[in-house]
Structures are given as C-alpha cells and as structure tokens.
C-alpha cells in the first residue's frame, strides 16, 4: 500500500509541474524536460505514469473537473454560484486549475481534445441546474443545457479577460458580476434573495474543502493501519 500511495504522490506532482509549465508557457513551447525539473522526477516515473506531453496535457484537463466539489447546500443553486467561485479562487492559486484553464482556450495545440473537457463541465453543471429545476428553485421558462452552455462558454471568455488584465487577480469580481446580470434570469425570485454572491466565498468554501479531505485522508490511513496491524 506504501508504494500504491508514493505513485500516487507522484503523479499528482507530475501533474501540478505539469500543470504550471503550460500555464507559463502554454503546450506548444512547454517541454518535457522543464516539467521533470519542476516536478524532481525521472523520466522513467515521468513515463510511467504519462506517455507523452499530449497524454499529460489531457490528464490536466480531466483532473480540473475532477477537483471540483461542493459543499451540500440547502439551496441547490446556491452550489451552482460556489462552484464557479471555487474555481475563480483556484484559478488564482491552484496549478491544475491555471494550467487547464490556459490549456483549454489557448490557439494551437490543435491535436488536444478540449471539448472533453468542456463537455464534462457543461454536464457537471447541467447536473447543478437540474436538481434545483427539480426542486423549484429555477424559472420553467429556463433551458438547461443551453444555461449550462452558457455558463461554461462565458467562464471561458471571463477567466482570459481577467488572465489578460490581472493574471487572475480580479476573476472572483468578474464572476460576481456575471452572476448578477444571469441568475435574475434562471432564479425564482424567491431564491434569487437568499442567495450568496459574496466574492470571497470561494476562499472559505476552498479552505473547507481541503481539510475535509485532509481528514477523510487521514481516516482512510488510520484504517489501514488498524487492518494491517489485525492481519496475522
């Protein structure tokens, strides 16, 4: 199990050097040998685990969703506005999420699959408005997939303005602002007033989620020694 948890580890650091080499230097002009120096690995490991850079620049993209979570909430459009926030925080300090981010709307690296990517958080987010649809939150009036579309479409032209102008500084604001010309739009009226748009909520919500994990991690480890202690 020791060794299962190092690969682990060392994946996920191939992945963030990864990660902030394209965010630096975007796919084209990325190469495999300032990855290992960041990274500390061998190229055998690197290899292992990523058999080329494309292999690597799609596993970025995929971890992005993947690192997406959100607390339950009693209004499930409430997890739809801390998702975005979630992200426009790690935009500004997680090296998955920046490097995604510029992978997914730089020009060239043409031989990539963005849509994958995209696609996965059109459904992520579908699924969001979908549940709170069910729940009388949203206007009947509203089309989902195309409100999902949107929002994914317009996170992507956000998130360059603001990599262009602050290098992220301002993306929670520009979120917020979106969020409060749109959600007028898709909300009940009545959920609409009981919703949180603070900007800085992404930073709380963010910190919360790690030490979940950090705790289920530690749980999960625990366990594993109690049953490796109880096997004869």
Known sequence: MARQDRAIKTRRVILESAAAVFDEHGFDRATIAEILSRAGVTKGALYFHFPSKEDLALAVLHEQVLDIAVRPQPIKLQEF?????????????????????????????????????MSAWTTFVEGLLNEARARGEVLESVNVRDTAELFVGAFAGIQMMSKAFTDQNDVSHRLLVFFEHTLPTIAVPAILAKLRLD???????????????????ERAAALEADLQNAAP
Not at 84 to 95: E, S, V
């Open 199 to 217: 900007p800085e909520r992404g930073a709380r919500l963010d910190a919360e989620l790690r030490e979940r994990a950090a705790e289920e991690a």
């Open 81 to 117: 506005v801390d998702a975005g926030q979630i992200l426009a925080y790690r935009l500004r300090h997680d090296p998955i999420q920046r490097g995604a981010a510029r992978l997914a709307i730089e020009p060239g690296a043409n031989q990539l699959d963005r849509k994958q990517s």
